[in-house]
Protein backbone atom coordinates (compact mmCIF):
# COMPACT_ATOMS: atom_id res chain seq x y z
CA UNK A 1 0.00 0.00 0.00
CA UNK A 2 1.58 3.55 -0.95
CA UNK A 3 0.73 5.28 1.85
CA UNK A 4 1.21 9.47 2.34
CA UNK A 5 2.49 10.32 5.94
CA UNK A 6 2.76 14.08 7.18
CA UNK A 7 4.43 14.82 10.15
CA UNK A 8 7.00 11.78 9.78
CA UNK A 9 9.82 13.32 11.65
CA UNK A 10 7.73 13.54 14.70
CA UNK A 11 7.53 11.51 17.49
CA UNK A 12 4.48 9.81 16.35
CA UNK A 13 5.19 10.17 12.92
CA UNK A 14 8.44 8.23 13.15
CA UNK A 15 6.27 5.43 15.09
CA UNK A 16 3.98 5.18 12.41
CA UNK A 17 6.70 5.02 10.03
CA UNK A 18 8.63 1.61 11.66
CA UNK A 19 5.39 0.18 12.01
CA UNK A 20 4.06 0.51 8.65
CA UNK A 21 7.26 0.38 6.69
CA UNK A 22 7.44 -3.34 7.31
CA UNK A 23 4.56 -3.97 4.79
CA UNK A 24 3.69 -0.61 2.73
CA UNK A 25 5.62 2.14 0.94
CA UNK A 26 6.05 4.86 3.31
CA UNK A 27 5.84 8.61 1.30
CA UNK A 28 7.65 10.45 4.23
CA UNK A 29 6.17 14.31 4.72
CA UNK A 30 7.31 17.36 6.51
CA UNK A 31 7.80 20.96 6.91
CA UNK A 32 11.34 20.74 6.63
CA UNK A 33 12.50 17.44 5.81
CA UNK A 34 11.59 14.05 4.54
CA UNK A 35 10.90 12.72 0.87
CA UNK A 36 8.34 15.85 0.29
CA UNK A 37 7.68 19.13 2.33
CA UNK A 38 4.32 20.78 2.97
CA UNK A 39 2.92 23.73 5.08
CA UNK A 40 -0.71 22.39 5.73
CA UNK A 41 -1.13 26.45 6.71
CA UNK A 42 -0.86 27.03 3.01
CA UNK A 43 -3.51 25.92 0.19
CA UNK A 44 -0.58 26.43 -2.89
CA UNK A 45 1.41 23.97 -0.61
CA UNK A 46 -0.71 20.89 -0.41
CA UNK A 47 -2.03 21.18 -3.67
CA UNK A 48 1.90 20.95 -4.75
CA UNK A 49 2.30 18.37 -3.06
CA UNK A 50 -0.51 15.81 -3.94
CA UNK A 51 0.60 17.30 -7.80
CA UNK A 52 3.75 15.80 -7.28
CA UNK A 53 2.61 12.72 -5.47
CA UNK A 54 -0.17 11.95 -7.28
CA UNK A 55 -2.34 9.01 -6.12
CA UNK A 56 -2.13 7.53 -2.65
CA UNK A 57 -3.89 4.63 -0.76
CA UNK A 58 -4.01 5.93 2.62
CA UNK A 59 -3.49 9.49 4.16
CA UNK A 60 -2.24 10.08 6.84
CA UNK A 61 -1.55 13.34 9.33
CA UNK A 62 0.59 13.27 12.53
CA UNK A 63 1.31 16.89 12.95
CA UNK A 64 -0.30 20.10 13.81
CA UNK A 65 0.31 23.15 16.41
CA UNK A 66 -1.91 24.62 19.16
CA UNK A 67 -0.87 27.34 21.51
CA UNK A 68 -0.52 26.29 24.87
CA UNK A 69 -1.25 29.39 27.59
CA UNK A 70 -3.92 30.60 30.37
CA UNK A 71 -7.03 31.37 29.37
CA UNK A 72 -6.85 34.41 31.06
CA UNK A 73 -4.82 36.00 29.26
CA UNK A 74 -5.21 34.32 25.72
CA UNK A 75 -5.54 36.65 23.10
CA UNK A 76 -7.88 35.69 19.63
CA UNK A 77 -5.10 35.89 17.65
CA UNK A 78 -3.08 32.91 19.60
CA UNK A 79 -6.66 31.02 19.71
CA UNK A 80 -6.57 30.67 16.10
CA UNK A 81 -3.22 29.65 15.60
CA UNK A 82 -4.42 26.07 16.49
CA UNK A 83 -7.58 26.70 14.22
CA UNK A 84 -5.39 27.23 11.46
CA UNK A 85 -2.67 25.04 11.79
CA UNK A 86 -3.64 21.63 13.65
CA UNK A 87 -7.53 22.72 12.51
CA UNK A 88 -7.82 23.98 9.20
CA UNK A 89 -4.35 22.51 8.40
CA UNK A 90 -5.59 18.44 8.94
CA UNK A 91 -9.06 19.37 7.07
CA UNK A 92 -7.08 20.81 4.52
CA UNK A 93 -5.49 17.75 3.77
CA UNK A 94 -8.51 15.75 3.30
CA UNK A 95 -10.61 18.58 1.48
CA UNK A 96 -7.83 18.39 -1.33
CA UNK A 97 -6.69 14.87 -0.76
CA UNK A 98 -10.12 13.11 -1.34
CA UNK A 99 -9.11 13.84 -5.08
CA UNK A 100 -5.54 11.70 -4.68
CA UNK A 101 -7.17 8.77 -2.43
CA UNK A 102 -7.65 5.79 -3.92
CA UNK A 103 -11.36 4.43 -3.93
CA UNK A 104 -11.25 2.65 -0.62
CA UNK A 105 -8.69 4.43 0.97
CA UNK A 106 -8.38 5.98 4.32
CA UNK A 107 -7.58 9.45 5.87
CA UNK A 108 -6.06 8.76 9.36
CA UNK A 109 -5.84 12.34 11.53
CA UNK A 110 -4.31 12.93 14.50
CA UNK A 111 -6.15 14.58 17.82
CA UNK A 112 -5.12 13.87 21.33
CA UNK A 113 -6.65 12.88 24.76
CA UNK A 114 -6.98 16.69 25.35
CA UNK A 115 -10.43 16.73 23.25
CA UNK A 116 -11.85 15.08 26.49
CA UNK A 117 -9.53 15.42 29.43
CA UNK A 118 -8.37 19.20 29.66
CA UNK A 119 -4.96 20.20 31.38
CA UNK A 120 -3.96 23.67 32.87
CA UNK A 121 -3.01 26.09 29.54
CA UNK A 122 -4.47 23.56 27.00
CA UNK A 123 -8.03 25.39 26.45
CA UNK A 124 -7.16 25.52 22.84
CA UNK A 125 -5.54 22.63 22.34
CA UNK A 126 -9.21 20.57 23.75
CA UNK A 127 -10.96 22.90 21.64
CA UNK A 128 -9.10 21.96 18.38
CA UNK A 129 -9.02 18.26 18.74
CA UNK A 130 -12.81 18.55 20.33
CA UNK A 131 -13.45 20.08 16.54
CA UNK A 132 -10.92 17.76 14.29
CA UNK A 133 -13.20 14.50 16.70
CA UNK A 134 -16.15 15.64 15.35
CA UNK A 135 -15.19 16.71 11.75
CA UNK A 136 -14.46 13.04 11.52
CA UNK A 137 -17.88 11.92 12.42
CA UNK A 138 -19.64 14.34 9.88
CA UNK A 139 -16.97 13.79 7.43
CA UNK A 140 -17.33 9.80 7.21
CA UNK A 141 -20.54 10.20 6.03
CA UNK A 142 -20.00 12.15 2.94
CA UNK A 143 -16.59 10.73 1.76
CA UNK A 144 -17.38 8.73 -1.51
CA UNK A 145 -15.87 5.54 -3.25
CA UNK A 146 -15.29 3.76 0.03
CA UNK A 147 -13.07 6.47 1.09
CA UNK A 148 -12.77 6.44 5.23
CA UNK A 149 -11.54 8.65 7.77
CA UNK A 150 -10.75 8.17 11.18
CA UNK A 151 -8.74 9.78 13.79
CA UNK A 152 -6.04 8.62 16.38
CA UNK A 153 -6.37 10.38 19.98
CA UNK A 154 -2.87 9.34 21.64
CA UNK A 155 -2.26 10.38 25.23
CA UNK A 156 1.42 12.05 25.90
CA UNK A 157 3.90 9.84 24.89
CA UNK A 158 6.60 7.91 26.60
CA UNK A 159 9.36 9.39 24.56
CA UNK A 160 7.99 12.98 25.49
CA UNK A 161 7.52 12.71 28.89
CA UNK A 162 10.84 14.94 29.91
CA UNK A 163 9.56 18.03 27.65
CA UNK A 164 5.77 17.66 28.64
CA UNK A 165 5.12 15.26 31.08
CA UNK A 166 4.92 18.36 33.68
CA UNK A 167 2.47 19.21 31.63
CA UNK A 168 0.20 15.92 32.36
CA UNK A 169 -0.09 15.17 36.00
CA UNK A 170 -0.76 11.69 36.42
CA UNK A 171 -1.43 10.80 33.13
CA UNK A 172 -0.15 7.26 31.91
CA UNK A 173 2.08 7.50 29.20
CA UNK A 174 2.02 5.33 25.95
CA UNK A 175 5.20 4.26 23.98
CA UNK A 176 4.68 5.45 20.36
CA UNK A 177 5.08 2.03 18.73
CA UNK A 178 1.71 1.32 20.44
CA UNK A 179 0.79 4.57 18.95
CA UNK A 180 1.40 3.58 16.03
CA UNK A 181 -0.82 0.40 16.14
CA UNK A 182 -3.74 2.89 16.24
CA UNK A 183 -3.06 4.28 12.83
CA UNK A 184 -2.63 0.54 10.98
CA UNK A 185 -5.88 -0.56 12.28
CA UNK A 186 -7.35 3.08 11.19
CA UNK A 187 -5.90 2.16 7.37
CA UNK A 188 -6.10 -1.44 7.28
CA UNK A 189 -9.29 -1.86 8.93
CA UNK A 190 -12.68 -1.10 7.40
CA UNK A 191 -14.51 1.22 9.99
CA UNK A 192 -14.73 5.02 9.21
CA UNK A 193 -15.68 7.52 11.20
CA UNK A 194 -13.79 6.27 14.53
CA UNK A 195 -11.93 8.22 17.06
CA UNK A 196 -9.39 5.42 18.30
CA UNK A 197 -8.51 6.45 21.79
CA UNK A 198 -4.81 4.95 23.25
CA UNK A 199 -5.10 5.90 26.48
CA UNK B 1 -29.24 41.09 36.58
CA UNK B 2 -27.69 42.62 33.62
CA UNK B 3 -27.54 40.39 30.56
CA UNK B 4 -25.72 41.08 27.08
CA UNK B 5 -27.24 39.12 24.44
CA UNK B 6 -25.82 38.68 21.21
CA UNK B 7 -27.74 37.31 18.75
CA UNK B 8 -30.70 39.14 19.74
CA UNK B 9 -32.90 39.37 16.93
CA UNK B 10 -32.50 35.59 15.83
CA UNK B 11 -35.14 33.14 15.98
CA UNK B 12 -33.02 31.35 19.16
CA UNK B 13 -32.38 35.29 20.41
CA UNK B 14 -36.28 36.21 20.49
CA UNK B 15 -36.90 32.98 22.13
CA UNK B 16 -33.91 34.13 25.04
CA UNK B 17 -35.03 37.89 25.24
CA UNK B 18 -38.74 37.02 25.76
CA UNK B 19 -38.29 34.29 28.70
CA UNK B 20 -35.50 36.63 30.16
CA UNK B 21 -36.89 40.49 29.97
CA UNK B 22 -39.35 39.31 32.87
CA UNK B 23 -36.65 39.49 35.36
CA UNK B 24 -33.70 40.78 34.20
CA UNK B 25 -32.32 43.84 32.17
CA UNK B 26 -31.46 42.89 28.79
CA UNK B 27 -28.84 44.51 26.57
CA UNK B 28 -29.69 43.50 23.10
CA UNK B 29 -26.72 43.38 20.69
CA UNK B 30 -26.96 42.70 16.60
CA UNK B 31 -25.21 42.99 13.69
CA UNK B 32 -27.01 45.44 12.53
CA UNK B 33 -30.17 46.04 15.02
CA UNK B 34 -30.11 46.16 18.98
CA UNK B 35 -29.54 48.59 21.70
CA UNK B 36 -25.76 47.84 20.28
CA UNK B 37 -23.57 46.64 17.10
CA UNK B 38 -21.33 44.56 16.64
CA UNK B 39 -19.35 41.96 14.43
CA UNK B 40 -17.61 39.30 16.27
CA UNK B 41 -15.59 38.26 13.67
CA UNK B 42 -13.64 41.77 14.24
CA UNK B 43 -11.29 42.37 17.59
CA UNK B 44 -11.93 46.04 17.52
CA UNK B 45 -15.93 45.91 16.73
CA UNK B 46 -16.07 43.29 19.93
CA UNK B 47 -13.47 45.80 21.87
CA UNK B 48 -15.64 48.70 21.42
CA UNK B 49 -19.03 46.55 22.32
CA UNK B 50 -17.39 46.37 26.10
CA UNK B 51 -16.32 49.62 26.29
CA UNK B 52 -19.23 50.67 25.67
CA UNK B 53 -21.73 48.42 27.45
CA UNK B 54 -19.03 48.00 30.96
CA UNK B 55 -19.67 45.22 33.25
CA UNK B 56 -22.35 43.24 32.79
CA UNK B 57 -23.34 39.69 34.80
CA UNK B 58 -24.09 37.23 32.16
CA UNK B 59 -23.16 37.20 28.39
CA UNK B 60 -24.91 34.84 25.86
CA UNK B 61 -24.16 34.21 22.59
CA UNK B 62 -26.98 32.89 20.06
CA UNK B 63 -25.54 33.91 16.69
CA UNK B 64 -22.85 32.72 14.43
CA UNK B 65 -22.66 31.42 10.79
CA UNK B 66 -20.99 28.20 8.72
CA UNK B 67 -21.12 26.96 5.21
CA UNK B 68 -23.64 24.33 4.45
CA UNK B 69 -22.62 22.62 1.35
CA UNK B 70 -21.33 19.00 0.17
CA UNK B 71 -17.87 17.63 1.08
CA UNK B 72 -16.54 16.22 -1.87
CA UNK B 73 -17.13 19.98 -3.46
CA UNK B 74 -15.92 21.75 -0.14
CA UNK B 75 -13.27 24.47 -0.30
CA UNK B 76 -10.68 24.99 2.63
CA UNK B 77 -11.93 28.42 2.60
CA UNK B 78 -15.78 28.11 2.71
CA UNK B 79 -14.56 25.63 5.86
CA UNK B 80 -12.59 28.66 7.31
CA UNK B 81 -15.90 30.66 7.37
CA UNK B 82 -17.78 28.67 10.31
CA UNK B 83 -13.87 28.66 12.26
CA UNK B 84 -13.54 32.24 12.20
CA UNK B 85 -17.55 33.15 12.67
CA UNK B 86 -19.47 30.72 14.60
CA UNK B 87 -16.19 28.86 16.47
CA UNK B 88 -13.19 32.17 17.07
CA UNK B 89 -16.30 34.89 16.48
CA UNK B 90 -17.73 33.01 20.38
CA UNK B 91 -14.48 32.40 21.63
CA UNK B 92 -13.40 36.24 20.91
CA UNK B 93 -16.43 37.14 23.01
CA UNK B 94 -14.90 34.97 25.89
CA UNK B 95 -11.51 35.55 25.59
CA UNK B 96 -12.15 39.93 25.77
CA UNK B 97 -15.46 39.80 27.37
CA UNK B 98 -13.71 37.48 30.74
CA UNK B 99 -12.53 41.29 31.72
CA UNK B 100 -16.01 42.86 31.69
CA UNK B 101 -18.11 40.00 33.21
CA UNK B 102 -18.79 40.01 37.04
CA UNK B 103 -17.31 37.61 39.57
CA UNK B 104 -19.67 34.23 39.17
CA UNK B 105 -20.95 35.97 36.30
CA UNK B 106 -21.79 33.55 33.51
CA UNK B 107 -21.06 32.78 29.43
CA UNK B 108 -23.57 31.00 27.78
CA UNK B 109 -22.58 29.97 23.99
CA UNK B 110 -24.77 28.06 21.22
CA UNK B 111 -23.69 25.10 19.78
CA UNK B 112 -26.36 22.69 18.17
CA UNK B 113 -27.55 19.26 17.66
CA UNK B 114 -25.17 18.72 14.62
CA UNK B 115 -22.21 18.66 17.12
CA UNK B 116 -22.99 14.48 17.52
CA UNK B 117 -25.79 14.16 14.97
CA UNK B 118 -24.60 15.39 11.51
CA UNK B 119 -26.78 15.85 8.40
CA UNK B 120 -26.25 16.21 4.84
CA UNK B 121 -23.74 18.93 3.95
CA UNK B 122 -23.15 19.89 7.67
CA UNK B 123 -19.47 18.90 7.90
CA UNK B 124 -18.75 22.43 8.80
CA UNK B 125 -21.59 23.14 11.34
CA UNK B 126 -20.61 19.35 13.27
CA UNK B 127 -16.90 20.54 13.48
CA UNK B 128 -17.60 23.85 14.78
CA UNK B 129 -20.11 23.07 17.42
CA UNK B 130 -18.08 19.82 18.54
CA UNK B 131 -15.38 22.46 19.17
CA UNK B 132 -16.92 24.88 21.07
CA UNK B 133 -18.21 21.99 22.81
CA UNK B 134 -15.08 21.07 23.86
CA UNK B 135 -13.35 24.54 24.44
CA UNK B 136 -16.70 25.14 26.94
CA UNK B 137 -15.80 21.86 28.74
CA UNK B 138 -11.58 23.36 28.91
CA UNK B 139 -12.66 26.73 29.44
CA UNK B 140 -14.69 26.15 32.59
CA UNK B 141 -11.53 25.02 34.50
CA UNK B 142 -9.31 28.19 33.72
CA UNK B 143 -12.06 31.05 34.71
CA UNK B 144 -11.71 33.42 37.27
CA UNK B 145 -13.81 34.77 40.20
CA UNK B 146 -15.90 32.22 40.06
CA UNK B 147 -17.29 33.30 36.37
CA UNK B 148 -19.16 30.06 34.54
CA UNK B 149 -19.53 28.83 31.18
CA UNK B 150 -21.87 26.85 29.27
CA UNK B 151 -23.20 25.94 25.80
CA UNK B 152 -27.03 24.90 24.89
CA UNK B 153 -26.82 22.96 22.03
CA UNK B 154 -30.68 23.15 20.43
CA UNK B 155 -32.06 20.69 17.52
CA UNK B 156 -34.05 22.38 14.93
CA UNK B 157 -36.70 25.41 15.89
CA UNK B 158 -40.26 24.88 15.20
CA UNK B 159 -40.07 28.08 14.14
CA UNK B 160 -37.19 27.76 11.42
CA UNK B 161 -38.86 24.66 9.86
CA UNK B 162 -40.25 26.20 6.91
CA UNK B 163 -36.79 27.06 6.13
CA UNK B 164 -34.31 24.46 7.34
CA UNK B 165 -36.98 21.70 7.85
CA UNK B 166 -35.39 19.64 4.00
CA UNK B 167 -32.09 19.29 5.96
CA UNK B 168 -33.57 17.75 9.45
CA UNK B 169 -34.96 15.10 7.98
CA UNK B 170 -37.29 13.03 10.28
CA UNK B 171 -35.78 15.45 13.15
CA UNK B 172 -37.94 16.46 16.04
CA UNK B 173 -38.45 20.16 16.62
CA UNK B 174 -38.27 22.25 19.15
CA UNK B 175 -40.38 25.36 20.10
CA UNK B 176 -37.89 28.56 20.78
CA UNK B 177 -39.40 29.25 24.10
CA UNK B 178 -38.34 25.56 25.18
CA UNK B 179 -34.36 26.24 23.94
CA UNK B 180 -34.72 29.84 26.03
CA UNK B 181 -35.21 27.82 29.21
CA UNK B 182 -31.78 26.23 28.74
CA UNK B 183 -30.26 30.10 28.68
CA UNK B 184 -31.90 30.63 31.87
CA UNK B 185 -30.55 27.82 33.11
CA UNK B 186 -26.99 28.30 32.19
CA UNK B 187 -27.51 31.77 33.76
CA UNK B 188 -29.02 31.35 36.97
CA UNK B 189 -27.95 27.83 37.66
CA UNK B 190 -24.63 26.88 39.12
CA UNK B 191 -22.67 24.29 37.23
CA UNK B 192 -19.95 25.42 34.72
CA UNK B 193 -18.59 23.22 31.48
CA UNK B 194 -21.36 22.03 30.71
CA UNK B 195 -23.74 21.44 27.40
CA UNK B 196 -27.49 21.75 27.62
CA UNK B 197 -29.11 19.59 25.17
CA UNK B 198 -32.38 20.92 23.80
CA UNK B 199 -33.51 17.53 22.32
Partial sequence: MKILLVGASGTVGQGIATELEKDNEIIRVGKTSGDYQVDLTREESVRNLFNQVGKVDAIVSATGGVHFGPLTSMTTEQFNLGLQDKFLGQVRLVLIGQDFLSPGGSFTL????????PIAQGVSATAVNGGLEAFVQAA??????????????PTVL?????????FFPGFESVPASRVALAY?????????????RVW
Avoid: C, D, K
Fill in 140 to 153: ANELRQGQRINAVS
Fill in 184 to 196: RRSIQGVESGRVY
Fill in 110 to 117: TTGILAQQ
Fill in 158 to 166: TEALESYGP
